[in-house]
């Protein structure tokens, strides 16, 4: 069949039967080829309050970019993930709670989800949360950070969650930069049996005198300690406690923001990226639907965290728009010990588990021990996101965790595409281990070399995307400017994602890390720029820079070589007080695993640090450093070498 006689298929929510892999294709290509067509099929699959008039208008060319979708469209995102669902399966579960500590759940249906997220949605309303405000989220992993977010959805409030690991002043920042009215929070949470405290950090965040936009905040009685609110805090409880289970849906436009993201870039501040309504649902949806072959009625457990995109569309959005039941764990997969996991998997009768390989790798450094205890007998599909997962985890996935009888759906995809982009459909790929496979429909990937010329065939080079899909972020608020640097200038009218890969002889993808500034640790991305820039600002530090380096279970770690201020008497503890500081000023996530003392760095005769050396000594692979004849002075490469940590 060629596309033009294919009529495009919808595809539907109730769809049982996986594609075949010639259906796929012909569908990638009618895609390709006729995309509005394709989308206008697939924007059915959300209910729309006015019909959009028009599907594609994109444009990729830098000082001109501009993404929109679903034109002339209204609808509500909340609406589509609950209401929609009440007329015929109020009582089925929308949300499996699963407690930091072992044997506390809770089954949250549509129906209660509908009327916690109306009550909650009428309290910021009563504290004056209009539409295209922006609602700062900073919780914990329980189903009240799910009910925030499509409060938010439900009144047009654009938010913005801050991932409870991230420390007081990394949530300043992001406040200030979106100009948040409002901050959602919990008095703490709880992980692996710690307890952190979040309003404290809130409050710090809000000490700071450059913080004046934030007008209340929410807090969110998570334990029953007694703690004191200060001005301007209400307890969530109190707020939501008259409040009406009904409070009618928004309509939005399709291009109206649904939420702000941040996110580590190789330069500065993190940017906010922003996603909207018609095209991000639309693309969280299906995706989730297709990659994972969901069917209706299966628990589908997404073990990250909705601090992160992929909490965003494969936690909330894409799962309950599909009116999945989606499984939220507040705890680590290692907590009590590694047989967690199975014993989550048996106990809610799991079919689908989403994580990331460095879960993956945490859970295999002890052995088969996650395999205990448990009989994980209803897993279908496993899922994997973050970085590249390498061959040896892949297969203990495979056979330890799903015995030998699941599929692994590697996904890559990033915080600015809002869903997946090069992954496996279950039930329809074939599989490679360590290869994302192929593109989902609608992307065009292609690999170039650095003068952006296209490489064909068998070949490895840097990712592009060549045209708009619908669930791409639109652009980083308040720096339009900025978005188009970030993405369209490398290569001249495509989106550049800021990865390496190769392609294989079968038209495979495997994605082989960042080609930029920015580290993958523990499938966390931060930026060298920001640890530096913390770096620099004790009193002790003349000078810092920051490169990743292999690390076995976190995929990259952070390997710190910093330059005293002269005078400084460097000493064990000092070292330690680094550490620590790194950990309180931007978040734990950012702990240096190896600090160097150097008196000076590599730098150009221009004074530029030379990375790529650094780079390879934190790696234990000095030997090729390549050509140092540009440097300033060479003798402190050697000096480098012989203080180097990584033996
Ligand atoms: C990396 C997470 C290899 C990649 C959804 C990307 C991956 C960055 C994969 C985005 C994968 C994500 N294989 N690498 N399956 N998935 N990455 O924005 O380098 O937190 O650019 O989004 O993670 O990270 P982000």
Same mark, same amino acid.
């Given at each position: 069949m060629t596309s033009k006689s294919y009529s495009i298929p919808k595809i539907n929510h109730n769809q049982s039967n996986p594609l075949t892999m010639e259906q796929y294709k012909e569908l990638y290509k009618a895609s390709i080829e006729t995309p509005d067509e394709f989308w206008d099929a697939q924007g059915q699959r959300l209910d729309w309050m006015t019909p959009y008039t028009k599907v594609k208008q994109t444009r990729f060319n830098k000082g001109n970019v501009n993404i929109d979708w679903y034109a002339g469209g209204k609808l509500n995102v909340s609406s589509n993930c609950i209401d929609r669902h009440l007329s015929q399966h109020a009582d089925e579960t929308a949300i499996i709670w699963e407690a930091d500590s072992p044997g506390h759940s809770q089954h949250i249906s549509y129906q209660q989800l509908h009327d916690e997220v109306c009550k909650l949605a009428n309290g910021l309303k009563s504290l004056g949360v209009n539409k295209g405000d922006r609602v700062v989220i900073y919780m914990p992993m329980v189903p009240e950070a799910a009910y925030a977010m499509l409060a938010c959805a439900r009144l047009g409030a654009i938010h913005s969650v801050i991932f409870a690991g991230f420390s007081p002043h990394a949530i300043a920042d992001r406040i200030i930069d979106c100009e948040a009215k409002i901050v959602i929070t919990s008095d703490i949470s709880k992980r692996g049996g710690k307890s952190l405290p979040l309003k404290a950090n809130v409050d710090e965040a809000l000490a700071r005198d450059d913080v004046t936009c934030v007008e209340q905040t929410i807090i969110?009685?998570?334990?029953?300690?007694? &703690?004191? !609110?200060? #001005?301007? *805090?209400?307890?969530?409880?109190?707020?939501?406690?008259? /409040?009406?289970?009904? /409070?009618?849906?928004?309509?939005?436009?399709?291009?109206?923001? =649904?939420?702000? !993201?941040?996110?580590?870039?190789?330069?500065?501040?993190? $940017?906010?990226?922003?996603?909207?309504? %018609?095209?991000?649902?639309?693309?969280?949806? =299906?995706?989730?639907?297709?990659?994972?072959?969901?069917?209706?009625?299966?628990?589908?457990? /997404?073990?990250?965290?909705?601090?992160?995109?992929?909490?965003?569309?494969?936690?909330?959005?894409?799962?309950?728009?599909?009116?999945?039941?989606? =499984? &939220?764990?507040?705890?680590?997969?290692?907590?009590?010990?590694?047989?967690?996991? @199975? *014993?989550?998997?048996?106990?809610?009768?799991?079919?689908?588990?989403?994580?990331?390989? +460095?879960?993956?790798?945490?859970?295999?450094?002890?052995?088969?021990?996650?395999? *205990?205890?448990?009989?994980?007998?209803? =897993?279908?599909?496993?899922?994997?996101?973050?970085?590249?997962?390498?061959?040896?985890?892949?297969?203990?996935?495979?056979?330890?965790?799903?015995?030998?009888? /699941?599929?692994?759906?590697?996904?890559?995809?990033?915080?600015?595409?809002?869903?997946? &982009?090069?992954?496996?459909?279950?039930?329809?790929?074939?599989?490679?281990?360590?290869?994302?496979?192929?593109?989902?429909? @609608?992307?065009?990937?292609?690999?170039? #070399?650095?003068?952006?010329?296209? !490489?064909?065939?068998?070949?490895? %080079?840097?990712?592009?995307?060549?045209?708009?899909?619908?669930?791409?972020?639109?652009?980083?608020?308040?720096?339009?400017?900025?978005?188009?640097? +970030?993405?369209?200038?490398?290569?001249?009218?495509?989106?550049?994602?800021?990865?390496?890969?190769?392609? #294989?002889?079968? @038209?495979?993808?495997?994605?082989? %890390?960042?080609?930029?500034?920015?580290?993958?640790?523990?499938?966390?991305?931060?930026?060298?720029?920001?640890?530096?820039?913390?770096?620099?600002?004790?009193?002790?530090?003349?000078?810092?820079?920051?490169?990743?380096?292999?690390? #076995?279970? $976190? %995929? *990259? @770690?952070?390997?710190?070589?910093?330059?005293?201020?002269?005078?400084?008497?460097? +000493?064990?503890?000092? +070292?330690?007080?680094?550490?620590?500081?790194?950990?309180h000023d931007l978040s734990p996530i950012a702990t240096p695993d190896m600090i160097q003392w150097t008196n000076g760095l590599p730098k150009t005769r221009s004074g530029k640090i030379m990375r790529r050396i650094l780079r390879k000594i934190a790696a234990n692979d000095y030997a090729q450093l390549g050509d140092t004849s540009t440097l300033a002075d060479p003798s402190v490469v050697d000096t480098i070498i012989e203080n180097r940590l990584n033996r």
């Open positions: 969110f009685n998570h334990d029953d300690v007694e &703690m004191p !609110l200060l #001005d301007k *805090q209400i307890w969530w409880h109190k707020l939501t406690e008259n /409040c009406a289970v009904t /409070c009618p849906a928004e309509p939005m436009d399709a291009e109206d923001p =649904l939420f702000i !993201l941040y996110t580590s870039g190789s330069t500065g501040q993190p $940017k906010g990226l922003v996603h909207t309504t %018609g095209g991000y649902l639309v693309y969280a949806s =299906l995706t989730h639907q297709m990659i994972f072959d969901y069917k209706p009625g299966e628990v589908y457990w /997404c073990a990250a965290d909705v601090g992160w995109v992929t909490g965003h569309t494969y936690i909330v959005y894409g799962p309950l728009a599909n009116r999945a039941t989606t =499984l &939220m764990f507040e705890g680590v997969p290692t907590y009590p010990d590694e047989r967690r996991i @199975g *014993q989550i998997i048996d106990n809610h009768k799991v079919n689908i588990l989403y994580t990331a390989p +460095t879960a993956i790798r945490a859970l295999m450094a002890k052995g088969n021990l996650a395999a *205990q205890d448990s009989h994980r007998d209803t =897993l279908r599909i496993l899922g994997s996101v973050g970085e590249p997962i390498n061959p040896e985890a892949w297969h203990w996935y495979n056979d330890v965790v799903g015995k030998s009888k /699941c599929e692994i759906i590697d996904t890559w995809w990033q915080t600015e595409t809002g869903g997946a &982009m090069i992954t496996p459909l279950a039930g329809t790929t074939k599989l490679k281990p360590g290869s994302a496979t192929f593109p989902f429909f @609608g992307i065009q990937p292609a690999l170039v #070399d650095a003068e952006g010329n296209e !490489l064909e065939g068998e070949n490895e %080079g840097n990712l592009i995307i060549k045209d708009s899909w619908p669930g791409q972020a639109r652009t980083i608020y308040g720096d339009h400017k900025r978005f188009e640097e +970030t993405y369209f200038s490398a290569y001249e009218n495509v989106y550049f994602t800021g990865d390496g890969c190769k392609r #294989d002889n079968d @038209g495979y993808y495997w994605i082989t %890390g960042r080609v930029d500034d920015v580290l993958n640790v523990s499938g966390h991305r931060l930026g060298t720029a920001e640890i530096e820039s913390s770096l620099v600002a004790h009193e002790k530090i003349a000078e810092a820079a920051v490169v990743g380096y292999p690390h #076995d279970i $976190k %995929g *990259q @770690g952070i390997y710190v070589y910093i330059t005293p201020i002269s005078g400084t008497e460097v +000493t064990e503890d000092l +070292t330690k007080a680094i550490r620590e500081w790194v950990r």
